[in-house]
């Protein structure tokens, strides 16, 4: 009987053998016919196993959409591993109330269905992928959950367990779901096979539509549009649409157009998708940052009119047409325009957008809101905002007194106040921000009563009428100037047509007077040579 050393000694000289084999077949058997033998000996090991294996990638379609099924077999896995599996991941739930524990990688479980026991294996393959652009290879990493059953229970699993598991996966997803805020990474971090694409945080955003200060009216008629659009899945179907909605939000700086999309998310329980063009590479990149966004979420660009120079070649046409305007304004123009597209990092197109939001692209996945922000209106394409793009148009305007009321409040939790009818009259006059209203309605310290703030808020809209005032008349009178720099320029520039077409009629005139001096000079030699 061999001792523990001998056992020890054979078990090395083994292992060490195999290795120097596996080695020598790695480094000088030709990748094509390993491709061959790996080809058979799988096809042997299977006419000799009595298991089946099944295996679900974290990404389907050649990488570009995560696979939903992958994200219900875990959902459905994290209620069996925990109590099974000797290695897992900790993950903070919704508030960070608790723990949810799932398999970590290379981990499995065993699970048991109608007296039918299964293993779920849990991998991660590192692989090599080609990055465009400098020829380097750069490593990815590639997940995937492994289902193996006995082969005798074949049709049982795969017409009854795996329903069961996707079902119940599912609803455990939407019964954790946590609402996230996403916002798109640049390519140069994206990995093959790795959710790279997207960075999120959990959304806390405490805006609501009851504390969003707006007129009453508008705010039902927006909130059940958004509620037609969420209970409208057979009706879009039967229409023959996508099932998506778009909303521009459009309006002067802090009238609450970030706030209303907050309202919107929480309204609905959306998911958002902060969508920043200017870190898009391409129309390519762009289409597959879309196809990696789920349902029952807002893809949202703020400030669209800055994000792409989408008005850049109407603004040269009206630049060139333009005969009255002055030349320096003409020269900051140009000089913005230069710095503009000396920054500009992104070769996203208007068609590439127009095409990733309403294309065929977009009825790849449903339920989606698509929103734009813009302080500008009117610097927009009007192909970029039509309706069957961007379906309802929303202005966010200045605080008027129903939007004050909603503020108030909120702010210092009163509902009338003897100077609510001074405060009407001059919100009436003044166009102030809702952002501004709440900042001076907010008590800035503990002695500060609701008194103190309404009347600090009467007194900030005098003031912002005094300066609109002014800023009215200085207004006025840099427009007086202007065209009186125009009309002189006119005249100057008539003056000087006229002065030319003065010396050319002088200088045409002269040079007639010589051609009919000249033809009496030659006239008068013909008649001297035919007297002579």
């Not at 504390?211 to 549009?225: F, G, H, Q, V, Y």
């Not at 590439?352 to 734009?372: P, T, V, Y």
């Amino acid at each position: 009987m061999l001792d523990t050393a001998a056992i020890w000694g054979i078990t090395g000289t083994t292992v060490t053998s195999f290795m120097f084999i596996w080695a020598i077949y790695s480094q000088y058997v030709p990748r094509h016919l390993r491709s061959y033998i790996e080809k058979y000996a799988y096809k042997m090991i299977g006419w000799v196993t009595l298991y089946v294996h099944i295996k679900f990638n974290e990404y389907t379609d050649e990488g570009l959409k995560r696979s939903e099924n992958y994200d219900a077999i875990r959902n459905y896995l994290s209620t069996n591993s925990a109590a099974r599996a000797l290695r897992l991941k900790a993950d903070e739930s919704k508030n960070s109330k608790a723990l949810v524990l799932s398999m970590d990688d290379h981990e499995e479980v065993e699970d048991a269905f109608d007296g039918v026991k299964v293993k779920w294996y849990s991998s991660l393959k590192e692989i090599q992928t080609q990055s465009s652009g400098y020829g380097r290879s750069s490593s990815g990493e590639r997940r995937f959950f492994t289902l193996t059953f006995h082969r005798r229970h074949r049709g049982m699993i795969i017409e009854s367990y795996i329903t069961h598991v996707l079902r119940e996966g599912r609803e455990i997803g939407l019964r954790n779901r946590e609402r996230k805020l996403f916002t798109n990474n640049s390519s140069s971090e994206w990995y093959a096979w790795r959710s790279g694409k997207w960075s999120n945080v959990p959304f806390h955003h405490p805006a609501t539509f009851e504390t969003l200060a707006m007129d009453p009216e508008k705010k039902e008629r927006i909130k059940k549009d958004l509620i037609k659009f969420s209970k409208g899945k057979d009706y879009y179907k039967k229409v023959g649409k996508p099932w998506k909605r778009g909303y521009l939000l459009f309006g002067p700086p802090g009238t609450g157009k970030s706030t209303m999309i907050s309202a919107i998310a929480n309204f609905l329980e959306y998911d958002v998708y902060d969508l920043e063009l200017t870190t898009v590479k391409d129309n390519s990149e762009l289409k597959k940052l879309l196809l990696d966004t789920k349902g029952k979420s807002i893809i949202v660009i703020e400030d669209i009119d800055c994000s792409l120079n989408l008005t850049g070649q109407r603004k040269s046409k009206k630049e060139e047409d333009e005969e009255e305007e002055d030349e320096e304004e003409k020269k900051k123009e140009e000089e913005k325009k230069k710095k503009m597209e000396g920054e500009k990092q992104s070769n996203v197109t208007l068609s590439g957008l127009l095409n990733s939001i309403d294309g065929l692209w977009s009825a790849c996945s449903d339920e989606k809101i698509i929103i734009f922000t813009t302080n500008f209106v009117d610097k927009l394409d009007p192909a970029l905002i039509r309706r069957g793009r961007m379906d309802n148009h929303i202005e966010m305007s200045y605080c008027r007194f129903e939007a004050f009321k909603v503020l108030a409040k909120n702010y210092l939790e009163i509902e009338t106040h003897e100077l609510y009818g001074e405060i009407e009259r001059l919100l009436e006059e003044t166009d102030v921000s809702p952002a501004d209203v709440a900042e001076t309605l907010m008590p800035k310290s503990d002695e500060e009563d609701a008194d103190v703030c309404i009347k600090r808020l009467v007194k900030t809209v005098e003031e912002e009428k005094e300066k609109a005032k002014k800023l009215a008349e200085e207004e006025e009178k840099s427009k007086a100037e202007r065209q009186e720099r125009r009309r002189k320029k006119k005249e100057e520039a008539e003056e000087k047509k006229k002065k030319i077409e003065e010396e050319a009629k002088k200088e045409k005139s002269e040079e007639e007077d010589k051609k009919v001096k000249g033809s009496e000079e030659n006239s008068d030699l013909h008649e001297s040579n035919g007297t002579n």
